[in-house]
Every structure is written in C-alpha cells, then in structure tokens.
C-alpha cells in the first residue's frame, strides 16, 4: 500500500505541467457509496449491523495540464454509522455515528474527445479524517445510558488509501464516474467479532464543474 501511494504521488509530479487555456475549474462533487462502509458479522453474544447512508457530496477543484492531464482535489463528506447489541454481563445497545472527510489527491488523463463526451481514467491517494465520533449505550436492565467520543471500536481516526476513478466527462462540465478506494487500515474494527471497517470502497459519483 505504500508504495502504491508513493507511487500515486510520484506521478502527480511526472505529469507534464504545462497548462492548458482554461487553467482552473471549480465545483461540486456528490454521489450514492455502492457497498457498505462495514463488514459486519455476529460471533457468540455479539451482533454488528451497518447503517450506511447513501450519499456523498463536497466541492471539487481541478488544475487543468496539458495533454489531456488534470490534478483534481476533492473534499467529500460522508456518514459512517453503525450499531450493535451484545448480552455479556447485561444486554446492551451501541449506536455510533461519525463524519468522515476524504481528500482524494487524482491525476486524471482524459481520451481524445468525441463529440460532447470525452473519457477519462485516473488515480491517486485519498486522505480520510474521521471527526465527531459519538457512541450511545443503552442498558436496558434500568433502561440507563451512557456516551463516549473514543468507542473501544475507534481504531485510527486518520487513515490513507490508493483511489482509482473512470468516467466521461459531457458537455466540459458534467462528470459521471466510478470511483473505487482501497483503504490502507481500519478506521472502526472488533477483530473478536470479525467487525471492520470496509477496506474496498466503491462509489458512483457526478461532478459539476464551472
């Protein structure tokens, strides 16, 4: 995975900067994640579920290069929530909510245009910062609750990850695309149930540029 990352950056700065007529191109990125952010399981007294919600959304920001290349920063906010119910010592309920922030860092290369469309690849490293973790328990022996921000399930708040993208750009300003990230290590995990955070994420999303 580091070399993977290293390399991605590597050819960031191999790309030929020279730039094309329209510099800079700004705007908003949103899309639906196609997979679950969790790979939940049930082992002995304890049970994970997933609580994906399908969107994705941040602004966009594009330096245009020569010969068809681009550099594209993102910040794109999800959601990654999950809960479970255990029955150790007492039954309990665990609801745990998150934000998330990717900075996805792309070299992008476009195909000769045909018409109003034009293909494009691309791939680079994804930075994610996770921010505002809450977890709830419930007891329901007294029906009493508690609250931490570090859940013994927080594994690493800051995590790294190779991304590949494919998609078309339409029009100069419309861009539906695949995008799939590897993820490096775990954000959320319980290796004594199996629980982790999905390394293989896949989203489709748009891209809206001025």
């Known amino acids: 995975m580091k070399r993977l990352l290293l390399g991605s950056l590597g050819l960031l700065f191999a790309a030929p900067f020279a730039f094309s007529g329209d510099l800079f191109s700004f705007g908003i990125k949103g899309g639906v994640p196609l997979n679950d952010a969790f790979n939940t399981a049930t082992t002995g ?5 997933t609580n994906t919600k399908r969107f994705v959304v941040g602004p966009e ?6 010969a068809g290349f681009a550099v594209e920063v993102d910040a794109l906010y999800r959601r990654l929530d999950f809960e479970s119910n255990s029955n150790l010592s007492t039954f309990e309920h665990n609801a745990t909510t998150s934000n998330a922030w990717d900075l996805p860092l792309l070299l992008k290369w476009r195909f000769a245009s045909h018409g109003s469309f034009r293909p494009y690849v691309g791939g680079g490293a994804t930075f994610r910062g996770v921010t ?29 990850g190779f991304t590949a993208v494919a998609g078309i750009q339409l029009f100069k300003h419309v861009s539906p695309e695949i995008r799939y990230t590897r993820w490096g290590w775990d954000t959320f995990r ?4 199996a629980f982790r955070s999905n390394p293989d994420q896949w989203d489709f999303m748009l891209g809206l540029t001025f």
């Open 132 to 160: 505002n973790v809450h977890q709830v328990t419930t007891f329901f022996t007294g029906n009493a609750s508690t609250t931490t921000s570090s859940p013994a399930e927080l594994h690493d708040r800051f995590i790294t």
């Open 45 to 49: 007294q304890i049970s994970y579920l």
């Open 61 to 66: 920001f594009d330096i245009n290069l020569s």
């Open 190 to 193: 319980n290796p004594g149930t």
